[in-house]
Nanobody
Framework: QVQLVESGGGLVQAGGSLRLSCAAS????????MGWFRQAPGKEREFVAA????????YYADSVKGRFTISRDSAQNSVYLQMNSLKPEDTALYYC???????????????WGQGTPVTVSS
């Protein structure tokens, strides 16, 4: 079992930055692909970014490409999402997830955190 805990969310003005963290316990993340998803009120959960098991490949939704960066630190057993040039439409609950293979589809991930809220004011 892998337990995931997100942190780093908050309230920020448009154009600002936040760095989300996802800390794992119970098992090392070394063999897992990791993803970030988000869900805005009244909307479905959507893919944001993913990284393969060794950090060699990253994938992004078109809506965040060039603004967000996903990374991982095996020593810290953590994954991060650096979010720059934030927009009001980035407001959502952000989740990290772990799975066997990198994917942009939520059902393909096995473990999920509880989420951290991000609010971007205009």
């Amino acid at each position: 079992q892998v337990q995931l805990v997100e942190s780093g969310g908050g309230l920020v003005q448009a154009g600002g930055s936040l760095r989300l963290s996802c800390a794992a316990s119970g098992r090392t993340l070394g063999s897992y692909a990791m993803g970030w998803f988000r869900q805005a009120p009244g909307k479905e959960r959507e893919f944001v970014a993913a990284i393969n098991w060794n950090g060699g490949k990253t994938y992004y939704a078109d809506s965040v490409k060039g603004r967000f960066t996903i990374s991982r630190d095996s020593a810290q057993n953590s994954v991060y999402l650096q979010m720059n040039s934030l927009k009001p439409e980035d407001t959502a609950l952000y989740y990290c997830a772990a799975g066997s293979n990198v994917a942009d589809t939520a059902p393909l991930y096995d473990y999920w955190g509880q989420g951290t809220p991000v609010t971007v004011s205009s």
